[in-house]
């Protein structure tokens, strides 16, 4: 199996800033995009950043120049520093990765566990 956990959520004021992390681990062969989701209550999960094996990212306009995803192919490790938060970035974040398993013949999508972030106002 393949497992994401993720850490770094917590509390934070307004226009401040947390850093989020992704280890990926277990029977793992390789793996392609890796990316961050959100979810607020109410609402649907969405993209919040996503960024390939060769280093490209792609980022949701609501945070674009704020939020900043790298990774560490090594470690199979992936990172959003997310900067002058705001209240609307409240949500459970979730890590995902596309992942080839040793023996495996496709490709499949992983999901985290989520990790809450709350911005206080």
């Known amino acids: 199996q393949v497992q994401l956990v993720e850490s770094g959520g917590g509390l934070v004021q307004a226009g401040g800033s947390l850093r989020l992390s992704c280890a990926a681990s277990?029977?793992?062969?390789?793996?392609?995009?890796m990316g961050w989701y959100r979810q607020a209550p109410g609402k649907q999960r969405e993209l919040v950043a996503g960024i390939t094996s060769g280093g490209s990212t792609n980022y949701a306009d609501s945070v674009k120049g704020r939020f900043t995803i790298s990774r560490d192919n090594a470690k199979n490790t992936v990172y959003l520093q997310m900067n002058s938060l705001k209240p609307e970035d409240t949500a459970v974040y979730y890590c995902n990765a596309d992942a080839k398993r040793v023996f495996g013949t496709t490709w499949n999508k992983y999901w985290g566990q989520g990790t809450q972030v709350t911005v206080s106002s």
């Open positions: 277990g029977s793992i062969f390789s793996i392609n995009a």
